[in-house]
């Protein structure tokens, strides 16, 4: 009797270590599992807060822009192209993706961002403080100004801004041209593009307005779309950056594109090609 009670006993005390055996197996196995899980979740994660790669994800590069030679504009086949378009072409290629433009209200270029409508501003854009809070900017790559524009009739006297201040303007809404317009007390309405802007001047509705002077390069005086204006005063300088979502890592990568493409000559090239070369700014 003694006999099978202690055998009973022996076989209890195998069977329930068999069973936590199992159990520490199991156990084990569930850890890995959530392990896993965790490890692939913080992988998506990482994944999400990477612009790059959300922008290899969906195969194109968004570049919110405005109608702003020789920075962005279209050519006889409607096609975009610019020294900016040419460039953000260029990094979009070496993403694998294509660049897709679309024409923004420059004064709500920040919530297109955030919003994810754009990818990126890549259009003459200056490096205000507001522009340098608000979004992750890349390095400056092309000086600039802000000029008056005016009939060319009148550009003898309008020399500085204090000649100026009798004229009526035309500005670019949330531009640097605003900006300068509001600090020095001129009398300006808002549209809604430089180019708006310039054709006010034109159809004599404003005296004069005030837009970048790689602008004014292209598109005002002899041989150009506006023969009978010119470009006077100069009112600030400046320098354009490219604008990216605030913390992504865009604007790293775009640095690094554009500072192999300073290397090897094709940025001058592009430059060259619409005549901003003398604005380079090196990377």
């Known amino acids: 009797m003694k006999r099978k009670l202690i055998a009973g006993l022996l076989i209890s005390t195998m069977v329930f270590s068999m069973t936590a055996c199992g159990g520490a197996k199991a156990d084990s196995a569930s850890d890995t599992a959530a392990e896993t899980t965790e490890a692939a979740d913080d992988t998506a994660a990482a994944d999400a807060d990477s612009d790059v790669d959300y922008i290899k994800g969906k195969g194109k590069l968004i570049v919110g822009i405005t109608d702003f030679a020789p920075m962005d504009y279209k050519d006889d086949s409607g096609d975009w192209i610019g020294f900016d378009a040419d460039l953000a072409k260029e990094v979009a290629a070496s993403l694998g993706v294509e660049a897709e433009f679309v024409e923004i209200d420059w004064d709500n270029k920040i919530l297109e961002l955030d ?17 340098k809070n608000s979004m992750e900017c890349t390095n400056p790559y092309l000086n600039n100004a802000q000029v008056v524009v005016v009939p060319s009739e009148m550009s003898g006297e309008i020399k500085t801004a204090d000649d100026a201040k009798s004229l009526s303007f035309a500005v670019e809404a949330g531009s640097s041209g605003e900006a300068v317009a509001q600090e020095n007390g001129f009398d300006f309405i808002s549209v809604t593009s430089q180019a708006d802007a310039v054709m006010e001047v034109q159809a004599g509705t404003s005296g004069a307005c005030i837009i970048d002077l790689l602008m004014a390069g292209a598109m005002i005086g002899e041989g150009t779309s506006y023969p009978d204006l010119a470009h006077t005063a100069e009112l600030s300088t400046e320098e354009y950056g490219i604008g990216c979502r605030k913390g992504s890592d865009l604007a790293a990568y775009i640095n690094g594109q554009l500072k192999d493409m300073y290397d090897n000559g094709s940025m001058e090239e592009i430059a060259k090609k619409y005549g901003v070369q003398e604005a380079l700014i090196a990377q």
Do not use: C, Q, R, Y
């Open 115 to 131: 919003n994810k409508s754009i990818d990126v501003v890549w259009n003459g854009m200056t490096l205000t403080n507001e522009v």
